[in-house]
């Protein structure tokens, strides 16, 4: 084990059809692809071909860890989860979701960096991994019981303390928009994963192991970890108290043991509406605060309501994001607009807490009046129905998934002109919403503006974006496509990084402070030596592994699996350029829903210069401008001379 400090050494491959367990050996991989999703990408170079679909039983399905899971840096409780997503659409792409919770953690203690299942079992089973034991057991008792109902019969029979990955009805109905939930909320949303679990017969994946991995410098990392802790700390103390105690007892939610960013919010003893005689518990997330609607919104059902849909859907395994940015305002677009009166002869009851609720069973089901339309998520329902006011045209950004951060709405998250030109390069390469893992230039430099909180300025945020991205237009708010598309890029690499090692969003990168007089976060590190905000990421990585590369040399890595992937696009279903440019359309055709303030109108991109912006990130990027290719220089400059001789064959 010298030679792996942070690293197992070994994967965990689980054959569903016969049965079977195989250990794979992970080093071939990890230096060179940092772990977690950029795992993934190698893994799936190998094991995927063209016309596989995400409910074949060859469509493997990974849990991956990465060098930082089961150590104690801050935010590194996530588990990175890759298959072919159903979700993604009109392809369904190799592509990846992320959650809470301590699974990633225990797949590192059992002794591996990922688990990755094949096939299909005979009957409903669940996978019980326990340090060097690994067994298939039979859930037919499972199989139509929801996430928390789940969890809480294998706590029972595992132990109270061992993560559980489980899906609901949703994933075995094969739902596009399901969800693989653990916890009390946190769960791997985007991409319809569940329902690739479903397809395998698998309910449910629980890991528990007593290892723990070897750190190249453990006291050093220790002692950096604490220090990030304190520093992000310290900042979100300023802006985010915690919640004030209410009627049911709110208080901030930490989804892992290593969270710091507590970002959900717990209740107690809500009282039901549809089901009036129940009470619930549990947390409000990202999106689900929605579920109750607004005033003056397409729906209104307050609170105690909209907190039982809440865990509903989290129950079941259906993906909030779809459910509240996607399907739930296109009904109330289309019934508005006179389109929508009935959904499969149900009547269209907007403010009816019930009527929204047998939506969710719907989808959870594939049962009730509404179930053809609804079972698969809001833009299935379009493609179904073939309704699609003016609004709602706003609602689907690309590739089957809700807007996120893309300055569209209605009620979308608050982004205003020119910074969602970089949200547009994003969304243009993905195969799915992006923003899951780009939230430290959309959301964290808009809401730390003075559009947001006002607490740093235009003129800290402008030398912050010479500093990072080498572009001080990059945060200028009264700039235009200059200097967009190299944060683009920053962001693109983060995200990779951020899913490979894996850390929360939430917290890395660290670009923003109010701590310290230019607004640019900087610790201590072991040495005595000065580390800045965007470098703390490296600096675990290092001290973990004893690979000090440097922090360009981590960023070639996020780079490396990244064209992997674009690579695997192009082999596998044909990626171009062209396809890519639908996806600028989209910003070109739409209107932002919120003004910059300093500009006074709503704007839509331009495609002339939105299309001369995006050769500049392709240029970055080392991507042919014309055909989206990664050139030939660059391929052979990330060492991806294997994967070039594929394309070369195809003649790509």
């Given at each position: 084990?010298?030679?792996?400090?942070?690293?197992?050494?070994?994967?965990?491959l689980?054959?569903?059809?016969?049965?079977?367990?195989?250990?794979?050996?992970?080093?071939?991989?990890?230096?060179?692809?940092?772990?977690?999703?950029?795992?993934?990408?190698?893994?799936?170079?190998?094991?995927?071909?063209?016309?596989?679909?995400?409910?074949?039983?060859?469509?493997?399905?990974?849990?991956?860890?990465?060098?930082?899971?089961?150590?104690?840096?801050?935010?590194?409780?996530?588990?990175?989860?890759?298959?072919?997503?159903?979700?993604?659409?009109?392809?369904?792409?190799?592509?990846?979701?992320?959650?809470?919770?301590?699974?990633?953690?225990?797949?590192?203690?059992?002794?591996?960096?990922?688990?990755?299942?094949?096939?299909?079992?005979?009957?409903?089973?669940?996978?019980?991994?326990?340090?060097?034991?690994?067994?298939?057991?039979?859930?037919?008792?499972?199989?139509?019981?929801?996430?928390?109902?789940?969890?809480?019969a294998?706590?029972?029979?595992?132990?109270?303390?061992?993560?559980?990955?489980?899906?609901?009805?949703?994933?075995?109905?094969?739902?596009?928009?399901?969800t693989i939930?653990?916890?009390?909320?946190?769960?791997?949303?985007?991409?319809?994963?569940?329902?690739?679990?479903?397809?395998?017969?698998?309910?449910?994946?629980?890991v528990?192991?007593?290892?723990?991995?070897?750190?190249?410098?453990?006291?050093a990392?220790?002692?950096?970890?604490?220090?990030?802790?304190?520093?992000?700390?310290?900042?979100?103390?300023?802006?985010?108290?915690?919640?004030?105690?209410?009627?049911?007892?709110?208080?901030?939610?930490?989804?892992?043991?290593?969270?710091?960013?507590?970002?959900?919010?717990?209740?107690?003893?809500?009282?039901?509406?549809?089901?009036?005689?129940?009470?619930?518990?549990g947390?409000?997330?990202?999106?689900?605060?929605?579920?109750?609607?607004?005033e003056?919104?397409?729906?209104?059902?307050?609170?105690?309501?909209?907190?039982?849909?809440?865990?509903?859907?989290?129950?079941?395994?259906?993906?909030?994001?779809?459910?509240?940015?996607?399907?739930?305002?296109?009904?109330?677009?289309?019934?508005?607009?006179?389109?929508?009166?009935?959904?499969?002869?149900?009547?269209?009851?907007?403010?009816?807490?019930?009527?929204?609720?047998?939506?969710?069973?719907?989808?959870?089901?594939?049962?009730?009046?509404?179930?053809?339309?609804?079972?698969?998520?809001?833009?299935?329902a379009?493609?179904?129905?073939?309704?699609?006011?003016?609004?709602?045209?706003q609602?689907y950004?690309?590739?089957?998934?809700?807007?996120?951060?893309?300055?569209?709405?209605?009620?979308?998250?608050?982004?205003?002109?020119?910074?969602?030109?970089?949200?547009?390069?994003?969304?243009?390469?993905?195969?799915?919403?992006?923003?899951?893992?780009?939230?430290?230039?959309?959301?964290?430099?808009?809401?730390?503006?003075?559009?947001?909180s006002?607490?740093?300025?235009?003129?800290?945020?402008?030398a912050?974006?010479?500093?990072?991205?080498?572009?001080?237009?990059?945060?200028?708010?009264?700039?235009?496509?200059?200097?967009?598309?190299?944060?683009?890029?920053?962001?693109?690499?983060?995200?990779?990084?951020?899913?490979?090692?894996?850390?929360?969003?939430?917290?890395?990168?660290?670009?923003?402070?109010?701590?310290?007089?230019?607004?640019?976060?900087?610790?201590?590190?072991?040495?005595?030596?000065?580390?800045?905000?965007?470098?703390?990421?490296?600096h675990?990585?290092?001290?973990?592994?004893?690979?000090?590369?440097?922090?360009?040399?981590?960023?070639?890595?996020?780079?490396?699996?990244?064209?992997?992937?674009?690579?695997?696009?192009?082999?596998?279903?044909?990626?171009?350029r062209?396809?890519?440019?639908?996806?600028?359309?989209?910003?070109c055709?739409?209107?932002?829903?919120y003004?910059?303030?300093?500009?006074?109108?709503?704007?839509?991109?331009?495609?002339?210069?939105?299309?001369?912006?995006?050769?500049?990130?392709?240029?970055?990027?080392?991507?042919?401008?014309?055909t989206?290719?990664?050139?030939?220089?660059?391929?052979?400059?990330?060492?991806?001379?294997?994967?070039?001789?594929?394309?070369?064959?195809?003649?790509?």
């Amino acid at each position: 084990m010298a030679d792996c400090k942070g690293w197992a050494g070994r994967l965990l491959l689980v054959d569903l059809t016969h049965g079977t367990f195989e250990h794979l050996d992970t080093m071939p991989y990890a230096r060179e692809y940092i772990g977690g999703r950029g795992l993934g990408a190698a893994l799936a170079w190998e094991m995927l071909r063209e016309g596989v679909g995400p409910f074949d039983p060859q469509n493997p399905l990974m849990f991956l860890s990465g060098p930082l899971a089961g150590t104690s840096a801050p935010a590194s409780g996530r588990t990175t989860i890759c298959s072919l997503a159903p979700q993604s659409h009109p392809i369904h792409w190799f592509s990846r979701s992320n959650m809470g919770g301590d699974l990633g953690h225990h797949i590192k203690y059992a002794g591996y960096d990922g688990i990755i299942i094949v096939g299909k079992a005979p009957r409903p089973v669940y996978l019980w991994v326990h340090d060097d034991e690994a067994e298939l057991r039979d859930a037919t008792d499972l199989w139509g019981q929801g996430i928390m109902a789940t969890q809480e019969a294998l706590h029972q029979r595992l132990g109270k303390e061992v993560p559980v990955a489980t899906i609901g009805p949703a994933g075995e109905s094969l739902s596009c928009i399901a969800t693989i939930g653990i916890n009390e909320g946190s769960a791997a949303g985007q991409g319809g994963f569940g329902a690739v679990m479903g397809a395998k017969n698998l309910k449910a994946v629980a890991v528990y192991g007593t290892g723990r991995p070897e750190l190249a410098r453990p006291e050093a990392f220790r002692q950096l970890g604490r220090e990030i802790a304190r520093e992000f700390v310290a900042f979100r103390s300023r802006r985010a108290p915690a919640p004030t105690p209410g009627p049911y007892n709110a208080r901030r939610h930490n989804c892992s043991r290593n969270c710091i960013a507590g970002c959900a919010t717990h209740y107690e003893k809500v009282p039901g509406t549809v089901f009036p005689q129940r009470t619930y518990a549990g947390i409000v997330q990202c999106t689900a605060g929605r579920f109750r609607g607004a005033e003056g919104h397409y729906w209104n059902i307050g609170f105690e309501a909209g907190f039982e849909l809440n865990m509903m859907a989290n129950d079941w395994g259906i993906n909030h994001w779809d459910l509240m940015k996607g399907l739930f305002p296109w009904i109330g677009m289309c019934h508005t607009a006179g389109l929508l009166d009935t959904i499969g002869g149900r009547a269209v009851e907007l403010n009816d807490p019930r009527f929204w609720y047998e939506v969710l069973y719907a989808i959870a089901t594939r049962q009730g009046p509404m179930a053809d339309v609804v079972a698969d998520g809001g833009w299935q329902a379009i493609v179904r129905t073939g309704l699609l006011p003016e609004e709602a045209r706003q609602l689907y950004t690309a590739w089957g998934y809700a807007n996120h951060w893309d300055g569209r709405g209605p009620r979308g998250n608050t982004i205003t002109y020119p910074f969602w030109l970089v949200s547009a390069l994003l969304w243009m390469v993905e195969t799915r919403d992006p923003m899951g893992g780009t939230h430290g230039y959309v959301q964290d430099m808009t809401r730390i503006s003075p559009f947001g909180s006002n607490d740093l300025s235009w003129e800290q945020l402008m030398a912050i974006g010479e500093r990072v991205y080498g572009a001080a237009a990059a945060m200028d708010p009264l700039s235009n496509y200059e200097g967009k598309a190299e944060p683009a890029l920053f962001h693109a690499r983060r995200s990779m990084m951020k899913d490979s090692l894996p850390l929360c969003d939430r917290v890395f990168p660290r670009l923003f402070t109010t701590t310290t007089d230019d607004g640019f976060p900087r610790v201590t590190g072991p040495d005595g030596q000065t580390i800045e905000g965007p470098d703390f990421e490296y600096h675990l990585y290092a001290l973990a592994t004893g690979q000090e590369i440097g922090p360009e040399g981590l960023e070639r890595a996020a780079e490396r699996a990244l064209t992997l992937e674009r690579a695997q696009q192009i082999r596998d279903w044909g990626r171009t350029r062209a396809m890519d440019n639908q996806v600028l359309d989209f910003f070109c055709d739409t209107v932002e829903e919120y003004v910059n303030p300093l500009l006074g109108e709503r704007k839509r991109a331009e495609k002339g210069p939105l299309m001369a912006l995006a050769d500049r990130f392709y240029a970055l990027h080392g991507w042919d401008i014309a055909t989206g290719v990664p050139t030939r220089e660059h391929m052979e400059e990330l060492g991806l001379t294997e994967a070039l001789a594929v394309l070369a064959r195809n003649r790509v």
